[in-house]
Each structure stands twice: as C-alpha cells, then as structure tokens.
C-alpha cells in the first residue's frame, strides 16, 4: 500500500524559503510519477510540481524559477524547495503519487503540510 507523508511546512516572511519532504513507502520510484499540489482556503487544489518515472519535471508557471523539485530513490523521499516566497503561495501542500502511464494519474495523496507566507 502506497503511503505519502509530508513535512517541512511552517511560517516563513515574504522572500523567505522552506523545504517539503515527501516520504513515500509501498511503490517503486521508477515507474511512479511524484508531485505536490497546494490548496489555499477558498480555492481549488492547483498543480504546483511534479517529477515523472524518467526524473523529469515540470512546474507551474507561477513557481517555475523559484521552485525546485528532486527526488532520492534510495530513501523514497521527494523534496520541493521553495525560494522567494510571496504571500500568494500560502496553502496547504500536498503530496501525490501515481503510477506513470504517459501522464499522471495522482492515484495517491498525503495528509498535507501547511505553508504561510507573511507579507
């Protein structure tokens, strides 16, 4: 059984960085896609990052160059370290997984770790 479970949340200012760690358990790196998603209170969960089974990665727009995404195998463990904070990426983050197929499918999720960004 597939388990995802993040940290590495917390408060930080504005231009400020934090890095999420995702352990993840019960599937093979090498055929499973990883990302994150956030969800800020009253909006839907968006897109942030994702990694697929070949280690490439793919951003949005909106965090592309002040993201970054990488994975260690041998620990199962997935990092997202953010640079240059801003207010608007408040949210709570989440951890998905999926078995790649060409695209994600995000079968997976963890519980959530929350970021807070203060002006």
């Known amino acids: 059984q597939v388990q995802l479970v993040e940290s590495g949340g917390g408060s930080v200012q504005a231009g400020g960085s934090l890095r999420l760690s995702c352990a993840a358990s019960?599937?093979?790196?090498?055929?499973?896609?990883m990302g994150w998603f956030r969800q800020a209170p009253g909006k839907e969960r968006e897109f942030v990052s994702r990694i697929d089974s070949a280690g490439n990665t793919r951003f949005a727009d909106d965090v592309q160059g002040r993201f970054t995404l990488s994975k260690d195998s041998a620990k199962n463990t997935l990092w997202l370290q953010m640079n240059t904070l801003k207010p608007d990426d408040t949210a709570m983050y989440y951890c998905?997984?999926?078995?790649?197929?060409?695209?994600?499918?995000?079968?997976?999720w963890g519980q959530g770790t929350q970021v807070t960004v203060s002006s």
């Open positions: 019960g599937l093979t790196y090498s055929s499973y896609c």
């Open positions: 998905a997984a999926g078995r790649w197929r060409g695209f994600c499918p995000w079968n997976y």
